[in-house]
T-cell receptor, first 116, second 113 residues
Framework: SAVISQKPSRDICQRGTSLTIQCQVD?????MFWYRQQPGQSLTLIAT?????????ESGFVIDKFPISRPNLTFSTLTVSNMSPEDSSIYLC?????????????FGSGTRLTVV | AQKVTQAQTEISVVEKEDVTLDCVYE???????LFWYKQPPSGELVFLIR??????QNEISGRYSWNFQKSTSSFNFTITASQVVDSAVYFC??????????FGTGTSLTVIP
């Protein structure tokens, strides 16, 4: 399965600043997904990022707040802009695994963000 | 509508006991995929298993087993002879005609030594 390197693993940020999270995959993938997991909650899809086109955002998420880049088939970034304490969450990127009966979507190790 | 329900919020068992985590799903898709993920305290999501809607064969993998029942829209997960390292939050997820995942709210499992 794909190996994802996500960084930073954690950060503490000041209110009003922005943080860019990077996701590097060891193989070319068509789609990359960004999720948010608020404290004690399940995962919610923020957007789907395809190379060469704008990301597709889910209801409740907007590009101005969560701009995404996808410059090539192995890399993507998610920026959390103008942060507030409500943005404190774990952010995870995900890619579809290799073909096969037992493949699953692989997730990065997550970025634990605390906004103070 | 796509929905995954994990009614068990928290479960505690004593080490070596068996434990079953329940998952019930809703979907209008005829082709869909079901997943179980484990999230240990460190935060990463670990893929455990994927099943498609045409494969109701239940499986045993070591101490893990899965019971997929389309008739009841359930995809339950059993850990046999639980260990302390099994302590984690377990998520059931559904993926249908699109690529979006629908996650359950998770079941927090604590295995007491």
């Amino acid at each position: 399965s794909a190996v994802i390197s996500q960084k930073p693993s954690r950060d503490i940020c000041q209110r009003g600043t922005s943080l860019t999270i990077q996701c590097q995959v060891d193989s070319q993938v068509t789609m990359m997904f960004w999720y948010r997991q608020q404290p004690g909650q399940s995962l919610t899809l923020i957007a789907t990022a395809n190379q060469g086109s704008e990301a597709t955002y889910e209801s409740g998420f907007v590009i101005d707040k969560f701009p995404i880049s996808r410059p090539n088939l192995t890399f993507s970034t998610l920026t959390v802009s103008n942060m507030s304490p409500e943005d404190s969450s774990i952010y995870l990127c995900s890619v579809e695994g290799a073909e096969g009966r037992d493949y699953g979507y692989t997730f990065g190790s997550g970025t634990r963000l605390t906004v103070v | 509508a796509q929905k995954v329900t994990q009614a068990q919020t928290e479960i505690s068992v004593v080490e070596k006991e068996d434990v079953t985590l329940d998952c019930v799903y809703e979907t209008r898709d005829t082709t869909y995929y079901l997943f179980w993920y484990k999230q240990p305290p460190s935060g990463e999501l670990v893929f455990l298993i994927r099943r498609n809607s045409f494969d109701e064969q239940n499986e045993i993998s070591g101490r893990y087993s899965w019971n997929f029942q389309k008739s009841t829209s359930s995809f339950n997960f059993t850990i046999t002879a639980s260990q302390v390292v099994d302590s984690a939050v377990y998520f059931c997820a559904l993926s249908g005609s699109g690529n979006q995942f629908y996650f359950g709210t998770g079941t927090s499992l604590t295995v007491i030594p």
